[in-house]
């Protein structure tokens, strides 16, 4: 009887053991890379960038989006619905694989997509796990659609390259700070309640030559994919743009400066021959709120050290006040662009540097009085900048070149 029960008992994992009911096999799967969100004619519409494991393949040089054979490694394919889930949906009247978003590298919205409000685009994003929440987000001037079917030379999957030119740019240049989707839905529903999205576009003449695998038959395009400004929401509405150094200017006021290039002028000149260039490799923000009356300053820290890259001024740069003098224009030249960065987002009536939270939390009684009217409170919030900058290497030569040459000439004669 014992070994009855044990037998039958064997025979009933057994049958959990044999495998799982519900699997997925992996050649069901349309593994998703990017996303498109746009409104077209009152409904949704979603482009979904999908690789096609048969061209995955190294082709012949092996880039600009094609696999083996020469054929492009992804597909895209645009779907309707009223709502967002329905247009997720109607794509299996058209696809015969369940599509997979683990892999989702970048996540573009339309133009009026983001007019039309985006809410809904971060709800789907929360309420399914199938989404992830770590996804980057762009925004276009135009149909997002349109920019997931440009191929990205000389990247095989143009979705991860859109990604990692978002990526690399944040941590390069900080011009169009990257933010992600949980990022973003923590902004709009911030007390600033203000959010910047890079906006990636076409530049230079669009011959439509890279929606085809006839990219790979010239060594550059006419038309290429490049960040080019910053969209900005306040709340779930987009309100409008910033040019790059605006958008420079918010990314000094929101400390997320990771590295970049600063073009100087001569300290000795009016500023407008800015030939120099300086490398920013560490830099650190803090905000401070002080009341001021009825109304608030912020308190401003900006602490700054780099290397000097290229140096066509005059002066001996062994000596420390030649390079105080460089530092003093380069802590100016930062001032400038986070003043023009401040103007914008006054003029745009959005606070983008998040000062809102840094009151709330300081001033709790005072920010009940200004919540309801913080977007014209902006106005008269002044800032009060303290700017330091560290020359670390200022190089192997302690004169430019051209000052070392006219040396060597008067030396001569």
Known sequence: MRKLKACFLLLLLSLFLAGCWNRTELNELGITVATGFDRENGKWSMSYQMVVPSAMGTGQGGSGGS????????HVF?????????????GYVENPRRLYFAHTDILIIGREAAEYGINQILGLYFRN????ETVLVALTDGKARDILLKLVPAEKMPGPALAD?????????????KIRVYELAQK????????????????????????????????????KLKLTKLGVFRRNQFIGWMNREESFGISWLSNQVKGSTLAFGCPETDNKSRQSAFRVTNAKTTVKPVKSGEHFKMKIKVRVKGDLLEFQC????????????????????IQSIIQSGWKAAQKMRVDLPGFADKVHRKYPKAW????ASWEEELASIELDLDIKVSVQR????????????????EQDS
């Open 394 to 409: 200022p190089g192997l030569t302690n004169k430019s070149f051209d000052q070392l040459q006219k040396e060597t000439v």
């Open 78 to 90: 645009t779907t309707e619905g009223t709502s967002i889930r329905e247009a997720a949906d109607m």
């Open 368 to 371: 009940k009085e200004k919540k």
């Open 165 to 177: 030119i978002i990526q690399k740019e944040s941590t390069f240049s900080s011009i169009f700070p």
């Open 129 to 132: 796990n199938d989404a992830r």
């Open 314 to 333: 005059k002066g001996d740069l062994t000596k420390p006040e030649e390079i105080r003098k460089i530092e003093k224009t380069l802590e100016e030249e």
């Open 67 to 74: 696999g083996g054979g020469g054929r492009p490694s992804v």
């Open 188 to 223: 709009i529903l911030s007390d600033a309640g203000g959010a910047g999205v890079p906006t990636i576009q076409f530049s230079g003449k669009d011959d439509h030559g890279m929606e085809s695998m006839e990219t790979e038959k010239t060594i550059s395009s006419s038309s």
